[in-house]
């Protein structure tokens, strides 16, 4: 019910027929040719679609539905975004539900889904912005079936996380490492690979160049809120490479130094897969805010993640949308290095870069801390 009510919430703020509405991605790809304008085509074949297949498809369907109810513009716009919204609130439940299980599973209340999930800015603004709920509940779902020991329907769940955006693919190290066996990660690997293969097969098939358009314009984007934006211009393809380079890294660094840990293999998960995340945040040249969501299931999931960091962090990541169109609206850009919106995008990563820290050397970030706060305790 509380879970409902705040959606409900979440979609009255971004309606398209509430005057005024928040912004969002998914009524503004509408207003695009092939999709609410022009001739209905097919996302993959007939255009380049900048989300994976899984968003593709909720949005040509509901697309499909609005228009063949009414040729009203407007009219179908709002049926269109209702519809994709109802798709989302599925995904949303099913989120919430897995969270709940894997509170039990792990034994602690489920006290902090509200704390940690339901009240985040994050969720409040970003559940109806973008299609991320999707990816984060395939995401939730794996992860609880694989502490249910259901190896490959977890798998299963993890392909198709992938079908909706990338970053669920970065909890794979983590996963493959839960696993007793080189045999059960080779399985595991391949069954995740050949979901996301046949989920995108037909697609590859029909247009592989308009397909394949996905992964190019991704690659193409410059940096967005980033760090890297301070050391590199905003289109410099060389920050592409040193994001995967420190990606690559920095997961190396985690797996290397929670392998020394005397934790359960169930606790090393929740650990490994929360600080892949946040390395995925850290080193991706595109972190925009709606990506934040990734992480609210680990605030439920691992009680010893502060709630002050975790509220501040989600607050300041928030906080860049608001900054966002103000700055747009002031005739400022706010990709920009000087732009408070840019200062605020790398506040947020300098809390994940402490918590990561934290989660890797526990001992000498407490030392540190201690340290720098003597003088005022004193």
């Known amino acids: 019910?509380?879970?409902?009510?705040?959606?409900?919430?979440?979609?009255?703020?971004?309606?398209?027929?509430?005057v005024p509405n928040h912004y969002t991605d998914i009524v503004s790809i509408y207003y695009r040719d092939?999709?609410?304008?022009?001739?209905?085509?097919?996302?993959?074949?007939?255009?380049?679609?900048?989300?994976?297949v899984l968003?593709?498809?909720?949005?040509?369907?509901?697309?499909f539905i609005a228009r063949a109810v009414t040729q009203d513009f407007a009219a179908s716009l709002l049926l269109y975004?209702?519809?994709?919204?109802?798709?989302?609130?599925?995904?949303?439940?099913?989120?919430?539900?897995?969270?709940?299980?894997?509170?039990?599973h792990y034994g602690f209340g489920s006290r902090r889904i509200w704390q940690a999930f339901l009240v985040m800015p994050s969720f409040l603004m970003f559940v109806v912005y973008n299609f991320d709920i999707i990816a984060i509940a395939f995401t939730v779902v794996s992860l609880y079936l694989f502490v249910s020991d259901r190896h490959s329907a977890?798998?299963?769940?993890?392909?198709?996380?992938?079908?909706a955006k990338l970053y669920p693919g970065i909890l794979l190290p983590?996963?493959?490492?839960?696993?007793p066996s080189w045999r059960s990660r080779g399985k595991y690997a391949a069954i995740a690979a050949i979901v996301f293969t046949l989920v995108n097969l037909p697609f590859m098939i029909t247009g592989f160049q308009t397909w394949l358009g996905t992964w190019s314009f991704l690659a193409g984007w410059g940096i967005e809120n980033s760090w890297l934006v301070l050391i590199f211009n905003q289109m410099d393809p060389m920050a592409h490479?040193?994001?995967?380079?420190?990606?690559?890294?920095?997961v190396y660094k985690v797996m290397a130094e929670t392998h020394r840990s005397s934790a359960?293999?169930?606790?090393k998960l929740l650990t490994r897969s929360f600080l892949l995340s946040l390395a995925w945040l850290l080193c991706s040249y595109i972190v925009t805010p709606q990506m934040a969501l990734m992480l609210l299931p680990f605030y439920v999931l691992i009680p010893t993640i502060p709630l002050f960091a975790a509220y501040s962090s989600d607050i300041l990541n928030s906080l860049i949308l608001a900054l966002w169109f103000t700055e747009m609206n002031m005739g400022n850009n706010p990709l920009a290095t000087d732009n408070p919106a840019q200062w605020v995008a790398l506040a947020r990563q300098l809390i994940w870069l402490v918590l990561i820290l934290n989660g890797l050397y526990p001992s000498r970030i407490r030392r540190w801390l201690k340290g720098l706060l003597r003088p005022l305790t004193s």
Not at 55 to 63: F, K, L, Q, R, W
Not at 241 to 250: G, I, N, P
């Open 174 to 179: 983590a996963l493959l490492a839960g696993l």
């Open 55 to 63: 968003a593709g498809v909720i949005v040509y369907a509901a697309s």
């Open 154 to 163: 977890s798998a299963v769940s993890l392909g198709l996380g992938v079908c």
């Open 81 to 104: 975004d209702l519809i994709v919204d109802v798709f989302l609130y599925v995904f949303t439940l099913i989120t919430v539900v897995f969270l709940y299980r894997l509170t039990v």
């Open 1 to 18: 019910m509380a879970t409902t009510v705040l959606f409900a919430f979440s979609v009255w703020e971004h309606c398209p027929a509430i």
């Open 241 to 250: 490479y040193v994001s995967l380079a420190l990606l690559l890294y920095v």
């Open 34 to 52: 092939g999709i609410g304008t022009g001739a209905l085509g097919i996302p993959y074949v007939n255009y380049v679609f900048e989300y994976p």
């Open 264 to 267: 359960s293999s169930n606790e």
